[in-house]
């Protein structure tokens, strides 16, 4: 039997995390670069996400998206509103899709098989 994979962190791409917030809105993640050694890497550019909550009938859907452009700490806030509603945008004509998609497969009875057609139901085919 073979051994499972044993999961590696990647030595070139890591990162020191800090989380800003404003106890409202959401988060930002400020996504540093570092050597293995924990030194800044300044040959990376920083990463700034953002988060957001979003209550939807099925529960609370978190949102993460990447601030586009920021490349300090005050652009990120200044871009955080932009990003959300983007983000908010794409997951909604995300889940939107998804339930046409779920709405075309609805089961369809066969013609025919109701109480006077006479054959036979409780046939049911999938489209």
Excluded: C, W
Excluded at 28 to 37: D, F, I, K, S
């Amino acid at each position: 039997m073979n051994a499972p994979h044993e999961p590696s962190f990647d030595t070139q791409d890591v990162y020191r995390e800090d989380v800003y917030t404003d106890r409202r809105v959401g988060t930002l993640r400020v996504l540093t670069p570092v050597t293995p050694e924990g030194q800044p890497d300044m040959t990376r550019p920083t990463v700034y996400v953002g988060q957001i909550s979003v209550s939807t009938p099925m529960g609370t859907l978190p949102i993460s998206f990447e601030v586009d452009g920021a490349t300090t700490l005050s652009a990120a806030i200044a871009g955080f509103g932009a990003g959300a509603q983007k983000a908010m945008d794409d997951t909604m004509r995300e889940l939107q899709q998804m339930r046409r998609e779920a709405a075309s497969q609805i089961v369809i009875p066969e013609a025919g098989g109701g109480a006077m057609g006479g054959g036979g139901g409780g046939r049911i085919r999938m489209p």
